[in-house]
């Protein structure tokens, strides 16, 4: 079963516009993860933070981590209509161990 | 970077036949793959954890004997789908873990299995 939550669970925004998707999980976690998949396609993965981090960047990509109210958040800035796709957050626990995925977010970045 | 090649991409077959799905890490050894299935605008549901040489860990509700998993090699991992009918359509995607220092996940392309 999927432990995690994510909000919205559709964002339509203009390009050049900040998204911020919100993932909210159950159970003590090692690590989070968040991927991202175009349609019909696999998943990639774009940014990891662990249980000891609060924030993390990668490019356009920001990612936060609140242990206390168990929840996460990933920030793409200056959105292109490339961002387009469905994102998932993943929660894992030690290395090696399977992931839990929230339900996704599906990204619409219209040019 | 880590690659997981996943074949076919998509597959369509008649109702009672079986179908095959390979998962190769390219570049890396996988002691352990995942195979997950996917419904259209759902999120992935773990089906089983595949493990070298040893028997696969199937999630609750899974059935083994329909969804045979084979990981023969440390670079290698199959999913059968066994007398395969309409409701086993999916996108059925895999995945491993690039190894040491490294907690991402490699995802396979994944397959689209129709089922007519």
């Known amino acids: 079963s999927q432990q995690g939550e994510e909000d919205p669970q559709a964002l339509s925004i203009q390009e050049g516009e900040n998204a911020t998707m919100n993932c909210s999980y159950k159970?003590?976690?090692?690590?989070l993860q968040w991927y991202r998949q175009n349609s019909g396609r696999g998943l990639v993965h774009l940014i990891l933070?662990?249980?000891?981090?609060r924030e993390k960047h990668s490019g356009r990509l920001r990612v936060t981590l609140d242990t206390s109210k168990k929840s996460s958040s990933l920030l793409i800035t200056a959105s292109r209509a490339a961002d387009t796709a469905s994102y998932f957050c993943?929660?894992?626990?030690?290395?090696?161990?399977?992931?839990?995925f929230g339900e996704g977010t599906q990204l619409t970045v219209n040019p | 970077g880590a690659v997981v090649s996943q074949h076919p991409s998509w597959v369509i077959c008649k109702s009672g036949t079986s179908v095959k799905i390979e998962c190769r890490s390219l570049?890396?050894?996988?002691?352990?793959m995942f195979w997950y299935r996917q419904f259209p605008k759902q999120s992935l549901m773990l089906m089983a954890t595949?493990?070298?040489?040893?028997?696969?860990?199937?999630e609750q509700g899974v059935e083994k004997d329909k969804f045979l998993i084979n990981h023969a090699s440390l670079t290698l991992s199959t999913l059968t789908v066994t007398s395969a009918h309409p409701e086993d359509s999916s996108f059925y995607i895999c995945?491993?873990?690039?190894?040491?220092?490294?907690?991402?996940?490699?995802f396979g392309s994944g397959t689209r299995l129709t089922v007519v």
């Open positions: 995945s491993a873990s690039a190894g040491l220092g490294h907690y991402g996940y490699t």
């Open positions: 159970t003590s976690i090692n690590n």
């Open positions: 933070i662990r249980s000891n981090e």
């Open positions: 993943a929660t894992g626990s030690v290395r090696g161990s399977r992931l839990t």
């Open positions: 570049d890396f050894q996988a002691t352990t």
């Open positions: 595949s493990n070298e040489g040893s028997k696969a860990t199937y």
